[in-house]
């Protein structure tokens, strides 16, 4: 089941909302849990057992971790945490690298919540949660299941014990649902069918700028595609009575690919800086110590995205222009902010190429006619394009660096976005998710 359907919308979400709105607050987390396995498992009935391993093992994992606390057993707590992370790493390489299984869906999101608490437990950052059931709603919370926000249990600790539905948080989270779902309908799918259409174009006839069209078609499907999953995420959330963290803030305007990462995908990137760059020991070691840091932080966010030698690469891409700006070219580019903006985009585009094409080949190649290789910069296909998709890639250029931000909080505005979005859904063959196959 995904948000952008109609079963979701006219049936699931307001029988759901209903059912635990009415229910008593201390029932609520156990609504939450039961509600979240049935729209997991609406979709996945086999692997929901791989969710629920993971939730006993380390909710069992805390309580181990609290008994050696209280005990003095500092051997046994070192323990407890080399065990939640093998097997958590284990589980999350035997679905989703070996290829002896299909890949369950969400995986990557909640095994790296599950990993997080068993952590920052261990760490003192975070109490041990005694109930089951809310440790189970915490996990399993459908509005973030499927692709995120990574969510910190200490993030929401205070509120998965005690929070209060409002009027105001209500309304806030619809109207933030509304602007998700037009995102994903009006822009996401829309854009896809264009870079679809690019990719369909044989080499010979693909001029340079046709190639760059269809990155920027990806790159702006796969944005809106999933920040707009994370608007409807944070908005069912908070009509929960929760307040998750943004996962994205406009990162199409940055000035450089170090403030591109601040912005894209920020629960992801803060996960790995917790749990992977800080304990390796982060910046505080010299400057050779922080370049290993990075570049293996990079190499994991890339084989974390899929097993493919392409998400590797792209990984390592990234790392690399991060210590390129570090060392050298960072202080420039802010003081020549349009020439930062333009080195960012172009490349972002190039390394969306190398993300959207999982054969490393065929990424080389389109990057190559993106240089040129074709033999020419513009040809007639170039122009049918542009003349009809032209409006649309500006109206997805403009309304991903933040042009019209203020309209679209006005209420009829969310109100028309949803009902366009309805219209389209009725009639709509093409509705994927992008991040539900990392």
């Known amino acids: ?8 919308i006219f049936r699931f979400l307001p029988a759901f909302l209903m059912l635990y709105t009415l229910s008593p607050e201390k029932y609520q987390n156990l609504v939450l849990f039961l509600g979240s396995l049935i729209f997991y498992a609406w979709g996945e009935p086999v692997y929901i057992g791989i969710m629920l391993f993971s939730t006993f093992l380390d909710y069992g994992n805390g309580r181990l971790l609290e008994y050696a606390f209280c005990n003095g057993k500092t051997y046994m707590a070192r323990a407890v945490l080399t065990e939640s992370v093998l097997v958590n790493l284990s589980l999350l390489g035997i ?12 995986i990557s999101f909640y095994t790296f919540q599950t990993m997080s608490y ?44 005690r929070r209060r539905q409002t009027w105001e948080d209500g309304y806030e989270g619809i109207g933030r649902f509304c602007i998700g779902l ?26 340079a700028l046709t190639a760059w069209i269809g990155s920027l078609a990806y790159a702006l499907q796969l944005y809106f595609d999933f920040s707009g999953y994370s608007d409807m995420a944070i908005g069912l959330a908070q009509m929960l009575g929760f307040h998750l963290k943004e996962n994205f803030d406009y990162p199409y305007r940055s000035g450089s690919i170090t403030e591109f990462w601040r912005r894209w995908h920020i629960s992801l990137g803060q996960w790995f800086r917790e749990y992977v760059y800080i304990p390796l020991g982060g910046n505080r070691r010299g400057l050779a110590v922080q370049i290993r840091n990075i570049l293996i932080v990079w190499a994991l966010t890339g084989i974390w995205h899929g097993k ?15 210590l390129l700006e570090k060392c050298f070219f960072l202080v420039w580019l802010k003081k020549f902010p349009a020439v930062g903006r333009l080195y960012t985009i172009s490349a972002v585009l190039v390394g ?53 931000k203020k309209v679209s909080e006005k209420l009829p505005v969310r109100i028309a976005v949803f009902f366009l979005s309805i219209a389209y859904l009725v009639d709509a063959a093409y509705n994927p998710f992008l991040y539900f196959r990392f």
């Open 118 to 161: 068993t952590i920052d437990v261990y760490r003192r950052e975070a109490p041990v949660q005694k109930d089951l059931i809310a440790f189970g709603a915490y996990v399993a919370m459908f509005p973030q299941l499927i692709a995120g926000p990574i969510v910190r249990y200490a993030d929401v600790e205070e509120e998965l014990n």
């Open 308 to 322: 493919g030698w392409n998400f590797l690469v792209w990984g390592l891409y990234f790392g690399l222009l991060l």
């Open 1 to 8: 089941m995904v948000f952008s359907s109609l079963l979701f």
């Open 95 to 106: 679905f989703k690298y070996a290829g002896i299984f299909p890949l369950p869906i969400g």
């Open 182 to 207: 037009g995102k994903k309908v009006l822009m996401a799918n829309q854009i896809g069918l264009l870079w679809e259409q690019v990719q369909g174009i044989p080499p010979e006839q693909m001029s």
């Open 352 to 404: 969306m190429t190398v993300f959207a094409l999982e054969d490393l080949r065929a990424g080389v190649r389109w990057i190559f006619m993106m240089a040129g290789g074709s033999g020419s910069f513009i040809n007639s296909g170039t122009a049918w394009i542009v003349s009809n998709y032209g409006i649309l890639l500006l109206l997805g250029i403009f309304g991903a660096v933040g042009f019209g």
